[in-house]
C-alpha cells in the first residue's frame, strides 16, 4: 500500500510544510492536500499539475530539508519511562517520506530502513527534533539520512538517533517510476555524503542479491 493511502503520512504531508524551516517557500497546509502541485524551487511559483512522466526541475538538498518537532507525551513513553522505539521509527519514516516527496513530486514507498541505531534515550517533556535530508538519488530510488536529537533549553541537540531510508517513486499503478528530479549537490560535504551514500547503495544491492 501506498503511504499516501495512509491517513498519518497524509496527515504529516500537511503539518510538515509549516515547521519547514523556509516555510515562506511551502505557503500553507492546503497546497499540500494532494501531490497534484510540484514548485519551482527557484522562484517558489506554483507552476503546474504533476503527471506522471512529467519533466521535474534538478533541486538542492535544502529544497527538500525537513524538520519536525515532537514534545514526548505519556503516549510517546514505554514502561521502562523511555520513548518508545517503535514511535520513533513511524516519525523518522514519515519524515523520510517527506522529504523524498518533496525531491521527486510524486508518491512514494519506503523500501529499506537501515543503519538505526538509538544512541541515547528520550524522556517525558523532551523537546524532540527530527531532520530528514536527502542524501543520493538513484534511478526509481532516493536515500535520506534521517537525525533525531533532543533539544535542550539552551538551544544544544543531542543526538538521539541516525537512520538511512530508502524511498522508491510510484507510479499510479504502485511500481517504481524514474526520479525526474537530479540533486544538486552544493558543498563538498554534501559531496561526500552523496559518495558514502552510494556505497551504502552498493552494499544494499548486495546484500539482497545474497538474499541478506
Ligand atoms: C519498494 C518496491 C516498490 C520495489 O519494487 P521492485 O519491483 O523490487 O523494484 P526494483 O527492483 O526495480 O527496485 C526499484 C528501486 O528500489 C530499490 N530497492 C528495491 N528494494 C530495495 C530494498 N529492499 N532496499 C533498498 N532499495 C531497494 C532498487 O535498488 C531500485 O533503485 P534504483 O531504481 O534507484 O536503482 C516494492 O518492493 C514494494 O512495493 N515494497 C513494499 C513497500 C511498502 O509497502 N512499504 C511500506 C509502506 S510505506
Redesign the pocket.
Known amino acids: 500500500?501506498s503511504?499516501l493511502h495512509n491517513p498519518i503520512c497524509i496527515n504529516i504531508l500537511i503539518i510538515l510544510p509549516i515547521c519547514h524551516p523556509d516555510h515562506r517557500k511551502y505557503p500553507g497546509p492546503l497546497l499540500y492536500l494532494s501531490l497534484l502541485h510540484r514548485y519551482n524551487t527557484e522562484n517558489s511559483r506554483k507552476i503546474s499539475l504533476l503527471r506522471q512522466g512529467d519533466i521535474m526541475a534538478d533541486k538542492r538538498i535544502t529544497d527538500s530539508l525537513t524538520e519536525q518537532i515532537h514534545i514526548l507525551r505519556y503516549e510517546d513513553i514505554n514502561g521502562s519511562g523511555r520513548l518508545f522505539g517503535g514511535t520513533l521509527v513511524s516519525w523518522i519514516d514519515e519524515v523520510a517520506v517527506a522529504v523524498a516527496i518533496r525531491h521527486c513530486g510524486t508518491q512514494v514507498?519506503?523500501?529499506?530502513i537501515d543503519n538505526l541505531q538509538f544512541k541515547e534515550a528520550a524522556y517525558l517533556g523532551d523537546l524532540l527534533v527530527i531532520v530528514g535530508r536527502i542524501t543520493y538519488v538513484?534511478?526509481?530510488?532516493m536515500e535520506v539520512r534521517v537525525d533525531s536529537y533532543i533539544e535542550k533549553s539552551d538551544g544544544t541537540r543531542h543526538p538521539i538517533n541516525r537512520a538511512f531510508l530508502?524511498l522508491?517513486s510510484?507510479g499510479t499503478d504502485?511500481?517504481?517510476i524514474p526520479v525526474e528530479s537530479k540533486l544538486i549537490l552544493s558543498n563538498s560535504a554534501e559531496e561526500t555524503e552523496w559518495e558514502n551514500a552510494k556505497k551504502r547503495v552498493e552494499l544494499?544491492?548486495q546484500r539482497?542479491r545474497e538474499g541478506f
Open positions: 500500500m503511504c514507498t519506503t523500501a529499506s538513484g534511478r526509481t530510488s530508502t522508491v510510484i504502485d511500481t517504481p544494499r544491492k539482497r
